[in-house]
């Protein structure tokens, strides 16, 4: 029987995935009883040798962490296939694509410098959320009551699917549609950098007239020009003032594992992810009649109108990227996109890439002959937001309670799918906010639409922030 060596509780495990601060949350020996627990975990269905695929990002601390997750899975009975540096997203796609058990990405993606963590997937690139497997993992780590180590350790060897990534990608678009297109790519020294090198290498031997203008492209751990977070604000200059200097006709910009993707118009303008999900989200409906599209709570009506009007179904998801990959396989949708610049695809194991949107939104300006801004001008005005404004409270239970306890007798709906939504058509128009709590810190976050109507979004944006202040 195996021996329970003591329990601690760690504070790394969240709803779905792994992040924590270096030293006591997240180090070495945590990563082993991971891995060993993961290992466990895969082995209790049926006890067959099993296979996992391993990756890390460019983390000065996620080549030891991979290695020892590595050990931890190897000292179970796993075979170990290590891709090196990868982003999360090359870890879904080999997962599926070489018809393994699980794989793991060693990532704290756009967190700050002292962090790291980990996604995990199941075969066929499941996500492994605390609903379908985490926890369990987490109470075998703490605990860590590990059956003897296997008789026959697993293997270990080294790989690359790097090229069979890249011949995948390319089956989103028709590269006869592209037209010269300049573009500037933002890697925020993270791992995007080895992808596009590869992209281009395709696209020079196919003849597809793009042209990189790449900043930032070289993978460092130190991240020298800021973690790689393209959502805050200080962090598009970059891209801003390189799409103004080579006139191109769109800034992309990634976060450091980069399974989400930021995109700037030909003006240097941020364009809200919101959109985009629009802009995909018509895009897939006019190959796909009457598909499923996923959208999460905080920013609905234009994802609802485009989607309505292009004759499909939207269906709302709570927000994250477990959930919202759960409810693509169980809808079997087409497509999925959150705000926060997640974007989810049938076709890609149902999860999310921050390579496939921007391909896509390239061969949607050439085919239809515009510019970025023209093709999202038209639903910024019609559904002016807020984006998230993220507010610092003592009490956030009492901040939200305080907000549904004064706008909730006049809403025409309520909805309590992730936070608070409430929706209001009223003398001055129509409109809606989502507030919602964070699992993780005292913060709140706010985001306020309407139809229409920009002043009445800024005037009840500041009305609802004021109420959260008091």
Known sequence: MPATIGSTTLTCFKAYDIRGQLGEELNNDIAYRIGRAYGEFLLSDDNKVKTVVVGGDIRLTSEELKFAVAGGLMD??????????????????????????????????????????????????????????????????????????????????????????????????????????????????????????????????????????????????????????????????????????????????????????????????????????????????????????????RLTLNTIDVVTLAGG?????????????????????????????????????????GMIPWLLVAELLCVKNLKLSDAVAQRITAYPSSGEINLKLEDPKLAIARVLEKYQANAVSVDYTDGISLEFIDADGEWRFNLRSSNTEPVVRLNVESKGNVELMSVKTEEILILLRT
């Open 313 to 353: 179904e939207p269906v709302l998801c709570k927000t994250g990227h477990a959930f919202i990959k759960e409810r693509m396989r169980s809808e079997d949708a087409v497509y999925g996109g959150e705000m926060s610049a997640h974007h989810y695809f049938r076709d890609f194991m149902y999860c999310d890439s």
């Open 76 to 297: 179970a009975g796993v075979n170990v296939i290590d891709l090196g540096m990868t982003g999360t997203e090359e870890i879904y796609f080999a997962t599926s694509h070489l018809n393994v058990d699980g794989g793991v990405e060693v990532t704290a993606s756009h967190n700050p410098m002292d962090y790291n963590g980990m996604k995990l997937v199941k075969s066929e690139s499941k996500p492994i959320s605390g609903d379908t497997g985490l926890f369990d993992i987490q109470t075998l780590a703490e605990t860590q009551a590990f059956a003897e180590k296997a008789l026959v350790r697993g293997s270990y060897q080294l790989s690359s699917t790097l090229y069979a990534y890249v011949q995948h990608l390319l089956t989103y678009i028709s590269v006869k549609n592209i037209k010269p297109l300049k573009l500037v790519v933002n890697s925020g020294n993270g791992a995007a950098g080895h992808v596009i090198d590869a992209l281009e290498a395709q696209f020079l031997s196919l003849h597809v007239p793009i042209e990189f203008i790449k900043i930032n492209h070289e993978p460092d751990g130190n991240f020298p020009n800021g973690i790689p977070n393209p959502l805050l604000i200080e962090n598009r200059q970059d891209t801003i003032d390189a799409v103004l200097k080579h006139k191109a006709d769109m800034g992309i910009a990634w976060d450091g594992d980069f399974d989400r993707c930021f995109l700037f118009d030909e003006k240097g303008q941020f364009i809200e992810g919101y959109y985009i999900v629009g802009l995909l989200a018509e895009a897939f409906l006019q190959k796909n009649a009457g598909a499923k599209i996923i959208h999460d709570p």
